[in-house]
Every structure is written in structure tokens, then in C-alpha cells.
């Protein structure tokens, strides 16, 4: 099941974050030391439905997440930003993380003035960005040396999906 993480959500959600950051270091830019803390989140939350948080439930635990953020800056007020997207090893190859971005994309189709979804993909999450591709979304430019981590150096491809 995929739906909105709830303020209830937040303690399962982080500790599927911080899974994410310790598993998959060179797919996040984020780092287990300076993540954004549950208070932040519950903060954030309060600017639905431009800020999100989508989960996905097997037998009522989470086991994937991915975020949505709408810019507030009038000039790039049409842009949301696809970020986060994480679904737990043993629950991959089951339609969640498709399922997740279909949410997103449902979500950012929603909102008035939304003409695109962008997101960020780092060389090192192959699968992700075939996920992304079989999606819609298309690669507009490469970072190189985006990311690095006990010396290993990541790109990082920039993409969009255009909803209009």
C-alpha cells in the first residue's frame, strides 16, 4: 500500500532513512550525521501538499519513502523535486518503487501550475535510474564528481519528467 506518511510516520520513516544513508552512501547526498532530525520533518510537513512524504506498507510496516518538494520561489514555483526515494532490499522487485513514483507524480500532477518533476540520480543507483527512466523521466545533464565517500566519486544525472 503507498499513501502520505502521517506525523505518526515520522519515527519508522527515520529510522528507513537512516537505513538508506548507512546502505546506500553513494546514491543520497545526505549522511547519517547530518540528515535532517524527525523535528525538521515534522515541520516540513506542514507545508502540504507542497512538501510530502509518500510510503510504501507491506503488512503495516514501512519499507519504502520517497519525498516530494514543491520550489517556493515564484520563478521555479512550477518544478517539484522528487527526492529520497528508498525501498528496503528484501521489498525491491515489487512494484513499490514504481508505485511510489506514480504517487508522486499523481500528487505533483494535482497541484495547480506544476508542469514538471525533477530529480537527481548518482551513477552509483543503476537500478533506480532504469526505474526512473521506465517512468518517464529523462536525463537533461551529469554532474561529475557529484558525490564522494571514502574515496569513491559518484556523477550525478539530473532529470526531468514533463507533466504537460
Known amino acids: 500500500m503507498i499513501r502520505p506518511l502521517s506525523e505518526e510516520d515520522l519515527e519508522a520513516y527515520a529510522i528507513l532513512r537512516r537505513q538508506s544513508l548507512v546502505e546506500e552512501p553513494l ?5 547519517p550525521s547530518d540528515d535532517v532530525p524527525v523535528e525538521a520533518l515534522r515541520a516540513s510537513m506542514r507545508r502540504a501538499p507542497d512538501w510530502m512524504l509518500f510510503g510504501a506498507f507491506v503488512d503495516g ?5 520517497a519525498g516530494l518538494l514543491r520550489s517556493h520561489h515564484v520563478k521555479t514555483a512550477h ?3 522528487l527526492w529520497g526515494m528508498y525501498v528496503a532490499p528484501p521489498h525491491r522487485q515489487c512494484g513499490l518503487g514504481r508505485a511510489l513514483i506514480d504517487a508522486c507524480i499523481a500528487h505533483a500532477r494535482s497541484l495547480p501550475g506544476v508542469t514538471v518533476v525533477q530529480l537527481g540520480v548518482t551513477s552509483a543507483a543503476a537500478e533506480a535510474r532504469r526505474l526512473y527512466e521506465a517512468a518517464g523521466f529523462r536525463v537533461w545533464g551529469t554532474q561529475p564528481d557529484a558525490l564522494r565517500y571514502e ?10 519528467l514533463a507533466l504537460v
Not at 151 to 158: I, K, L, M, S, Y
Open 27 to 31: 546514491s543520497f547526498g545526505a549522511s
Open 61 to 65: 510496516a514501512l519499507v519504502g519513502a
Open 79 to 81: 518544478a517539484m523535486h
Open 151 to 160: 574515496g569513491q566519486a559518484v556523477d550525478e544525472h539530473h532529470m526531468a
